[in-house]
């Protein structure tokens, strides 16, 4: 349903700071995936157009100007495409997102995230996310059906987005009550990931509340024991903040490549795919964090709340043997 085309056509648009560059050194500059020399080539192959001229490595750009670069052959990687209608009506969209599929293009997807395919599923090219999940993580999400409606709210999804529930299974025994997280996140400088965050000081406030649902110390899948299922309700939303208070409190989440082993997975999927046995100490392929509740207050109606068990088969293997029991505790 969603096949990649074998052809694709990236659309820029050069900003002021590139004016009076050559084209060359604009994308050079900009798209860093190429060197200078392989966009030249590129270029001189025919597969550049620039205001809809075929292109030269020595035109002078300026502000404003379209860039339009075509790839032939193209290929992604894989990501699952399904996903849930949990409420529609002219101006909001509920759906549950499956873990594995980016909401925005990255490096390497640009066809298949998950905007794109719920625009072509739903015929809608104004459909546009209100707030984010991680590639890897699922669960419930709020689109605004149109950019009147995005520009309306986007500023005020808390008044919307009432209370936002997650569950996640973790490493070791999760103690028992609520446990309040409130440690700032920030990333750090020194760090050999850039992007991972840290309890810092100089973090941003962010706040997790935590409870335990069952724990099991028996193995189940891949994910060794002990190990625990447990909420967490998300009052701020920083980056990974669950996934980082959760590593920071000694609990990892179970396949998490960056905040369990000390990102040793994440640095290694870097170079490259991952193994299954890599997977297989990871405990999963996709990290078992899923956003499974959620109180939305759609405009005019009352608060309600929303569900969804979209897990990846994995994580259902886990809740499944341990939700029925915790429900009769």
């Avoid at 969209?93 to 997807?109: D, E, F, M, Y």
């Avoid at 066809?111 to 984010?132: A, C, D, I, Q």
């Avoid at 446990?179 to 400088?189: G, H, S, Y």
């Avoid at 990871?282 to 709340?305: N, V």
Wanted: charged residues 30%; proline residues 6%.
């Amino acid at each position: 349903m969603h096949e990649v085309p074998q052809t694709m056509f990236f659309e820029s648009v050069v900003r002021n700071e590139q004016r009076g560059m050559t084209l060359e050194d604009e994308l050079a500059l900009r798209f860093t995936y190429h060197s200078k020399e392989e966009w030249r080539r590129k270029i001189q192959s025919g597969l550049v157009t620039l205001n809809g001229v075929l292109a030269t490595p020595e035109m002078i750009v300026q502000p404003k100007d379209k860039v339009v670069y075509r790839v032939d052959n193209y290929t992604e990687p894989k990501v699952p495409t399904h996903f849930e209608i949990l409420y529609r009506d002219d101006d909001f969209l509920i759906v549950s997102k499956p873990a594995g599929i980016p909401i925005h293009h990255t490096g390497r997807i640009f066809y298949n995230t998950f905007t794109g395919v719920v625009r072509r599923t739903l015929k809608n090219e104004e459909l546009s996310p209100m707030h984010r999940l991680d590639r890897d993580t699922g669960g419930i999400m709020i689109f605004a059906e149109n950019s009147d409606t995005l520009k309306r709210f986007e500023k005020s999804l808390e008044y919307i987005l009432l209370r936002k529930i997650y569950l996640a299974v973790v490493r070791g025994k999760f103690p028992d009550g609520e446990i309040v997280c409130e440690e700032p996140l920030a990333e750090d400088p020194t760090s050999d990931i850039r992007i991972k965050m840290f309890p810092r000081k100089n973090g941003k406030p962010c706040k997790t509340v935590f409870r335990k649902v069952a724990e099991s110390t028996e193995k189940i899948g891949e994910v060794e024991a002990p190990f625990s299922l447990v909420e967490a309700e998300l009052f701020t939303g920083r980056k990974h903040q669950i996934r980082a208070h959760l590593s920071h409190l000694g609990f990892p989440i179970v396949g998490d490549k960056l905040y369990d082993f000390d990102g040793k997975y994440y640095k290694k999927l870097v170079q490259g795919p991952l193994s299954e046995e890599d997977f297989r100490i990871l405990g999963a392929h996709t990290q078992m964090l899923f956003a499974y509740k959620a109180l939305i207050r759609i405009p005019g109606k009352e608060p309600e709340w929303f569900t969804s068990e979209q897990f990846t088969g994995e994580m259902a293997q886990v809740v499944k043997a341990l939700l029925p029991a915790s429900r009769d505790a």
